[in-house]
T-cell receptor, first 113, second 115 residues
Framework: GDSVTQMEGPVTLSEEAFLTINCTYTATGYPSLFWYVQYPGEGLQLLLKATKADDKGSNKGFEATYRKETTSFHLEKGSVQVSDSAVYFCALSDRDTGNQFYFGTGTSLTVIP | NAGVTQTPKFQVLKTGQSMTLQCAQDMNHEYMSWYRQDPGMGLRLIHYSVGAGITDQGEVPNGYNVSRSTTEDFPLRLLSAAPSQTSVYFC??????????????FGSGTQLSVL
């Protein structure tokens, strides 16, 4: 079945450091890929998405490229800020496996000044 | 600009009690779903609905019931609460069936403790 595996946390970085959170997936069909972010005490909100191979999703300085050959969708940001402290979830949806999203376990990021 | 509204935000139950978690959306979304979030396990799908009168089970449906009588509302019922149901519950909706690149809109969550 479909699944998402993402880097274990927690991750602690200094402000302005480079961020990478790894995400790989297994899918039966041709999935759409997403990164969601959850700030403390809130629900998840979409950070970025990509719906076909080689597409790059980007938002708020974050980027991720849909790599079909390596089944990956790694999240990157060149210079993190304290306000980026949150939990990040990689997810996929796949029309071939029904009406549901598959989420990774989440990676907690803390950015210190 | 309400989006997805969940109530209550916090709830404490005793084992064996029943309750309903409410979820409403004002975006005319056809697709609605319930997830539970547990440490180290990410989000797991409980039940979902692709329209009024249509519901289906997700990954972890046992102990939960749902119904969808209107497009706007999708309540989640715990018939006899158990400590294993202690979790944070999220309702999410989408304009059409997932799998087509559509994003999910999430509510702010309900933190449930079962003693």
């Amino acid at each position: 079945g479909d699944s998402v595996t993402q880097m274990e946390g927690p991750v602690t970085l200094s402000e302005e450091a480079f961020l990478t959170i790894n995400c790989t997936y297994t899918a039966t069909g041709y999935p759409s890929l997403f990164w969601y972010v959850q700030y403390p005490g809130e629900g998840l909100q979409l950070l970025l998405k990509a719906t076909k191979a080689d597409d790059k999703g980007s938002n708020k300085g974050f980027e991720a490229t849909y790599r079909k050959e390596t089944t990956s969708f790694h999240l990157e940001k060149g210079s993190v800020q304290v306000s980026d402290s949150a939990v990040y979830f990689c997810a996929l949806s796949d029309r071939d496996t029904g009406n549901q999203f598959y989420f990774g376990t989440g990676t907690s990021l803390t950015v210190i000044p | 600009n309400a989006g997805v509204t969940q109530t209550p935000k916090f709830q404490v139950l005793k084992t064996g009690q029943s309750m309903t978690l409410q979820c409403a959306q004002d975006m005319n979304h056809e697709y609605m779903s319930w997830y539970r979030q547990d440490p180290g396990m990410g989000l797991r799908l409980i039940h979902y609905s692709v329209g009024a009168g249509i519901t289906d089970q997700g990954e972890v449906p046992n102990g939960y019931n749902v119904s969808r009588s209107t497009t706007e509302d999708f309540p989640l019922r715990l018939l006899s609460a158990a400590p294993s149901q202690t979790s944070v519950y999220f309702c999410a909706s989408s304009s059409r069936g997932v799998g087509l690149g559509e994003k999910l809109f999430f509510g702010s969550g309900t933190q449930l403790s079962v003693l």
